[in-house]
Nanobody
Framework: QVQLVESGGSVVQPGGSLRLSCVVS????????VGWFRQAPGKEREGVAC???????????FYGDSVNGRFTISKDNGKNTLWLEMNSLEPEDTATYYC?????????????????WGQGTQVTVSS
């Protein structure tokens, strides 16, 4: 049974930092692409970051335009754990953050290509 369990969401002030974690079970992060999406109230889900995996994967990292330079994605294959380090947080980063996993091709920015989803963890950026 596949499970992705996120943790680390909290309330943080603008300019602050936060680190999200995702523990994966049921598949290996080595063979799958893994990443993060987020959804703000009243908005569609948005791709935040991704690490490519699988036979053609090489661990390349991709970031959404709105977080590039502020967020860093990383993983530990041995622990099957994924992280999202978020710095210089802005109120616009307020959202529920989801850990995702997939195998195969497809643009990582497309919500429909991701097979597995966690339940989400809430991040609120507010003074």
């Amino acid at each position: 049974q596949v499970q992705l369990v996120e943790s680390g969401g909290s309330v943080v002030q603008p300019g602050g930092s936060l680190r999200l974690s995702c523990v994966v079970s049921g598949f290996s992060a080595v063979n799958y692409s893994v990443g993060w999406f987020r959804q703000a109230p009243g908005k569609e889900r948005e791709g935040v970051a991704c690490i490519s995996g699988g036979n053609r994967g090489d661990g390349r990292k991709f970031y959404g335009d709105s977080v590039n330079g502020r967020f860093t994605i990383s993983k530990d294959n041995g622990k099957n754990t994924l992280w999202l380090e978020m710095n210089s947080l802005e109120p616009e980063d307020t959202a529920t953050y989801y850990c995702v996993g997939k195998k195969g091709a497809g643009s990582w920015l497309l919500e429909r290509v991701w097979t597995y989803w966690g339940q989400g963890t809430q991040v609120t950026v507010s003074s």
